[in-house]
């Protein structure tokens, strides 16, 4: 029994209208609508003004992080080691959120800078003070701090909002949490409201 064999192949087609040649793909560089690939690759490219705004976030998260540490090394006193263990809560978010903004930057092909002397530069959080600190002190100077950065990413938001939502629900997601640490770090040295 002589069976029929069809030959099929197992190449996909190029897309519709993708560039075949170096040629074409030279065109499409230089002002012609780009083909599907090349815009997968490119995606959106964020403008120095979205990543000028985004930097100040990831310096500012950076320095938090460093100062958390420098804190929780230095703490001394009353409840210390339940700020102790609290600090590290915040170390540990202000670690993750600058690398999720370092990462939003490179998906947007921006370059984040976090090198120690270009965040010593533009951080916009005071200095926190060397050796031993008070747990009292250290929860004013970490709340301050906490706010510090809330209010870098305040006052960006507009504009990175306009620009691409995306990094906005980003920061929304930033400043709700670190707003959090900033009420329970603070309620430490709060005293209750009376009626």
């Given at each position: 029994m002589a069976t029929s064999q069809t030959k099929t192949s197992t190449k996909k087609a190029a897309p519709k209208g993708a560039p075949k040649t170096a040629a074409v793909r030279r065109?499409?560089?230089?002002?012609?609508?780009?083909?599907?690939?090349?815009?997968a690759e490119r995606?959106?490219?964020a403008s120095t003004e979205l990543a000028q705004n985004l930097q100040r976030v990831h310096v500012d998260?950076?320095?938090?992080?460093?100062?958390?540490?420098?804190?929780?090394?230095?703490?001394?006193g009353r409840n210390f080691r339940d700020l102790h263990l609290q600090l590290d809560e915040i170390v540990e978010?202000?670690?993750?959120?600058?690398?999720?903004?370092a990462e939003r930057l490179r998906a947007l092909h921006a370059t984040p800078d976090g090198r120690s002397a270009t965040v010593a530069e533009q951080t916009s959080l005071p200095e926190f003070p060397n050796g031993e600190v008070d747990t009292t002190e250290t929860v004013d100077l970490i709340t301050e701090r906490l706010e510090a950065v809330v209010r870098t990413m305040r006052d960006v938001h507009d504009d990175v909002d306009e620009?691409?939502?995306?990094?906005?629900?980003?920061?929304?997601?930033?400043?709700?949490?670190?707003e959090q640490f900033a009420w329970m770090v603070?309620?430490?040295n709060r005293t209750p409201a009376r009626a």
């Amino acid at each position: 029994m002589a069976t029929s064999q069809t030959k099929t192949s197992t190449k996909k087609a190029a897309p519709k209208g993708a560039p075949k040649t170096a040629a074409v793909r030279r065109t499409a560089a230089v002002g012609v609508a780009p083909t599907r690939r090349e815009h997968a690759e490119r995606g959106f490219v964020a403008s120095t003004e979205l990543a000028q705004n985004l930097q100040r976030v990831h310096v500012d998260l950076i320095e938090l992080h460093l100062q958390g540490k420098q804190a929780h090394w230095n703490v001394v006193g009353r409840n210390f080691r339940d700020l102790h263990l609290q600090l590290d809560e915040i170390v540990e978010a202000a670690r993750e959120f600058s690398d999720d903004v370092a990462e939003r930057l490179r998906a947007l092909h921006a370059t984040p800078d976090g090198r120690s002397a270009t965040v010593a530069e533009q951080t916009s959080l005071p200095e926190f003070p060397n050796g031993e600190v008070d747990t009292t002190e250290t929860v004013d100077l970490i709340t301050e701090r906490l706010e510090a950065v809330v209010r870098t990413m305040r006052d960006v938001h507009d504009d990175v909002d306009e620009e691409d939502p995306t990094s906005a629900d980003l920061l929304h997601a930033i400043i709700e949490r670190l707003e959090q640490f900033a009420w329970m770090v603070s309620a430490e040295n709060r005293t209750p409201a009376r009626a």
